[in-house]
């Protein structure tokens, strides 16, 4: 009887850790929102919200962090319940610096607003912008039901997200190139776009942490092929 009382208490533990991780990420892909727009639209008022916002991320990630080693203490868990906990652990690591990239974001939003802009330039950012959202959105969503074939699909939807950065990339560098004085606002325009393809990987990251804590497969750098990804399905 101690022991069931003892595993339903670890058990209500973890639910506590997965939902204060879940609500980290919502606040997280709310920075992410909040920082396109701004950069799209030149809402300072938002870059600002932004900015001011990554001490509330920063906060959440030291807390969960300290109760993860807490629970590890206490209760020494073993296999899967470890690899969960480990799992968690390294996705709001990776929650954080999505909070430092949106901040990033923010910051050139808020410069690129003293700056005339091309319309085209706002338009491309916009649509990587929105790739990036929703490939934080579908690993997030992984993470909360443990649903490792939507992982293994949103891992594989950062290959797109790299080939539109780069395609940008290479449009910001034609413009220096055309026009030199364009390059102060260009290069803010890159740096903006550069952040973007970050918290993809980041994104990418925690959907390859959600694979580790169900299969206990560690598929980082690695490329998976289709009989890789039915193996890990079955």
Sequence with gaps: MAHKH???KFNEEMDDVRNRVLAMGGLVEAQV??????LISGNTSLAH????????VNTMEKSIDSHCVEIIARRQPTASD?????????????????????TKIALMALELAEMDRSRGECHELGHLGEHVRKELHDALDSLARMDIRTALEVASEDLKVDREYEAITRQLITLIMENPSNVSRVLNTLWAARSLERIGDHAK????????????????HRYLNEDDKQALLS
Excluded: F, P
């Design 6 to 8: 003892i595993s339903e």
């Design 33 to 38: 929102r909040d920082a396109c727009e701004a």
């Design 49 to 56: 919200r932004v900015i001011q916002g990554d001490a509330m």
């Design 82 to 102: 470890l690899r969960l906990i480990m799992s968690l652990l390294k996705s709001i690591t990776d929650l954080e610096r999505i909070g430092d990239e949106s």
């Design 205 to 220: 990251n925690i959907c390859e942490y959600t694979v580790y804590a169900v299969t206990g497969e560690d598929v980082r």
